[in-house]
């Protein structure tokens, strides 16, 4: 085990290397840390070094912390998703001017609540660098709170806190009803709503909050380890950039990954497939320069695969939702039509393993919770997925899996060689 002084050397090393970039950049007049996400830009081994540099100061910090100021802090995590539901419900963000401070007299007279009050819930937020208070009585925002501006990012917080969360408030009772099950019913979620209907279909019920999840969906998508530049550094796509090559983006969405794609080649050709609601958005939202090489189809992929002579399948964040009984299921539909040399491509959060104790980790954990709650599905290990492809067939040989410094998501290849 690292000794104290090993950690902070190590700390005192990676911020070197940020801090010589961060003086770079604020050299050349660009973005402030202040302001801005200042390594969203930066080279990919920064952006690693940040991500190791947490790490170490998360274990530092439990390195130091008694096992009872740890627990306390557990056990008073609910008072943090307590403040984001209240920070949604009232929407505290938008009282606050985007670029300068406003007193709690003044948001106490535009939203009716009582002053005293507001202070709490503002300062109480503080304590998560979500607004700062820059003289006494006064609220600014932080980069954080700021960023809750984002429509988007809003109904993320919205997602997570009316969708999600409470769903996750039942999973106790959904195991105990349904242990074990593999059916996309019989979760958590089904019983905080009171429905039968798995969570897609029940969000097409009730397009308010299909849409918020689908705009939450979309703030997961962009900046730091999400973005999709990562996915871009995964594979050489330049080198199918041919006008003969056709990958299939299986259960696309509106297509935000193979919009990211289609931008980033000129020859070849895509399919975005979903649900025939959701593929209809994405055909009516399609960029007149990508008309030629992109298309969108109504296919449920549970059906036998429509499209053939197809060089890459690709899946992002499908069969995280789906238990390995349907998932494989999502996989054998894929063999009527697959050519020799056909790739599979996955990218989705990979499981580090068994007992990962780091914050980087933290993310995979939390959607492997979501996973489980909401859609009886699984955040998988490198090792799990290679399982999944055998159980599906033994024609498809695995290449392994690529991560690209900085990225949260991983790259799960697979060839058929029938
Ligand atoms: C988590 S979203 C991922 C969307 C997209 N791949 C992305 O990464 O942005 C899951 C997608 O699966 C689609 N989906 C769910 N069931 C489906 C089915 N049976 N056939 C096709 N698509 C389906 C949903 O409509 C949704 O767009």
Redesign the pocket.
Known sequence: MSSLRELARTISTLADQLDDYNDGISANGAVSPETKDWLQNAPKELSQSRVELIDTLLELKYRLQSPQAALEDLFFGYIDTSSLQVIYALNLPSYVPVDQPISYAAIAAASGFSEHVLRRLYRYAMTNRIFTEPEPGMVAHTPISRMLLHPDAFDCLGMTMQELQPALNHLLDALKTNPESTEPNQTAYNIANNTDLPM?PFLGKHPDRAKRFGAG?RHF?VGDHTDLRHLIDAFPWKTYDREDVRMVDV???QG??TLRIASETSKMKFTV???EQ?AAVGRSQLPDNLKERVQFMG????SDQPSKDVDIYFF???MH?WSDKYSVKIIQALIPGLKAGAKVLVYEHLREGDSVMKWSGKGAGYLDMVMLGCYNGSVRTSEEWKALFAQADSRFVWNGVTKVPGSALSLVEVTWEP
């Open positions: 897609y969906m998508t259960g696309g969405g935000a990954v497939q979903d649900l959701t296919h449920d992929f549970f992002r964040w499908i939702n």
